[in-house]
């Protein structure tokens, strides 16, 4: 098992900043890809970024490319989401999963992931 603890969530302003982490822990080198979605209420949950655990390059959603940047720390287990220029509608729950090796299908889809966070709270103030 891989159990995922996300932080850094809060309430903003528009135009600011935060960075959102995820700690993985447990069986980690089961796990292959690590992503991060995000649901408002009454949404699907949308896909954010991912990244690779063997790679450097982050794959991202087109409503935040360019403003968001995903990097990992591979000796901490920690995936980092640096979160720019936020605006309102990017007000949502932030949850990191894992993807195992056979993940299936493709990783900007829920169901690639086998390990899910509790998730953070991220609001955005006009």
């Known amino acids: 098992q891989v159990q995922l603890v996300e932080s850094g969530g809060g309430l903003v302003q528009a135009g600011d900043s935060l960075r959102l982490s995820c700690t993985a822990s447990?069986?980690?080198?089961?796990?292959?890809?690590m992503g991060w979605f995000r649901q408002a209420p009454g949404k699907d949950r949308e896909f954010v970024a991912a990244?690779?655990?063997?790679?450097?390059?982050?794959y991202y959603g087109d409503p935040v490319k360019g403003r968001f940047t995903l990097t990992r720390d591979n000796n901490k287990n920690t995936a980092y989401l640096q979160m720019n220029s936020l605006k309102p509608e990017d007000t949502a729950a932030y949850y990191c999963?894992?993807?195992?090796?056979?993940?299936?299908?493709?990783?900007?889809?829920?169901?690639?992931?086998?390990?899910w966070g509790q998730g953070t709270q991220v609001t955005v103030s006009s």
């Open positions: 990244i690779f655990w063997s790679g450097s390059t982050a």
């Open positions: 999963a894992a993807a195992k090796h056979d993940y299936s299908g493709t990783i900007r889809s829920v169901l690639a992931y086998t390990y």
């Open positions: 447990g069986r980690t080198s089961s796990t292959y890809v």
